[in-house]
């Protein structure tokens, strides 16, 4: 989950730069097609979940949202952000999925009844996010930076670091799941190439170990 204040100055850079650094060693560039976020736990998970994907449409592994092959060499050589379709495509994407995460009650991303802080319940205090047009406004215009910025787009983000802003919220595995999977269901409505799908995909997932707090 990613919230309007919960993105990572440091994993960002970290991303960023595993994905657009011109200095690769020879054995990197062997190893392109395979690593798209710089975590290989990451990359693995994208590539899970787009194979699973597609055996439960009956499409082969590597055909595209439009049904055709995701490995245009020209294609390959742009940023992410410019094969997203720019500013525009990331906001449309943004537009899409925000409202499909915050109304999905697995991913309750308002932080319903969680509680922090505190000791055996004592001076507990609640870390619900309300979804008010102000909050849900900052939400879009930070989380449209940070996916720009870890694409190769325009280096403007305005968010805090991605584990302190998350710490106490208690956030599981199965909700971060639940995200990712919406953000899913939003390019597969957009029609995004599968190729493209997965490298975005594994970006989101190497933000899992600063997100999630409860196995």
Known sequence: MINS??????????????????CSTPEEKKDKDFFTSGSREADQRAEQRIAKDQQLKGKGVN??????????KDQEKRPLFERLGGQQGIATIVEDFVPRALAD???????????????????????EWKPDSGNVDKLKKHLGEFLALATGGPAQYGGGEMKNVHKGMQITNAEFDAAVGDLKATLDKLQIATADQKELLAIIESTRPQVVEQK
């Open 5 to 22: 204040t919960r993105i990572p100055r440091l994993a960002i850079a970290i991303v960023v730069a595993a994905i657009f650094c011109g």
């Open 63 to 72: 055909t595209d949202a439009k049904g055709t092959d995701g490995k245009d």
């Open 105 to 127: 009650p697995r991913v309750n991303w308002e932080r319903k009844g969680v509680k922090a802080g505190g000791f055996m319940g004592i001076r507990e205090h609640s870390v």
